[in-house]
């Protein structure tokens, strides 16, 4: 009977030895691949990144380029306003210079 107990123990004590190494190498196997998972997330996410700036960028410049060529054109015909309404006071000032004559 002692001789069964001491099997049964050490049986007992090799299973746990086992199971427990098993659990081991397990958490061990699984962090590295976690780990592995994060190293390519994080190579990933700044690519991700540039992209998604750049496109956002490039929108801006679009929107921004239609807002200048907008303004642009407001400045341009206010320049040519200003400049035709300069030109007849100019030349309001001929004729009545030319009358005084």
């Known amino acids: 009977m002692e001789n069964t107990l001491k099997n049964i123990l050490k049986m007992t004590v090799a299973?746990?030895?086992?199971?427990g190494g098993l659990i081991v190498a397990g958490t061990v196997?699984?962090?590295k691949k976690i780990d592995?998972?994060?190293d390519d997330l994080e190579d990933k996410i700044p690519e991700?990144?540039?992209?998604?700036?750049?496109k956002t960028?490039?929108?801006t410049m679009q929107k921004n380029k239609g807002k200048l060529q907008e303004s642009f054109g407001t400045a341009k015909e206010v320049a040519q306003n200003t400049k035709d309404k300069i030109s007849d006071?100019?030349?309001?000032i001929k004729k009545n210079f030319n009358k005084n004559d």
């Open 57 to 59: 960028n490039k929108e």
């Open 48 to 54: 991700n990144i540039k992209a998604y700036i750049n």
């Open 89 to 92: 006071k100019v030349d309001d």
């Open 29 to 31: 196997f699984a962090a």
């Open 15 to 19: 299973c746990t030895l086992i199971t």
């Open 36 to 38: 592995e998972s994060g």
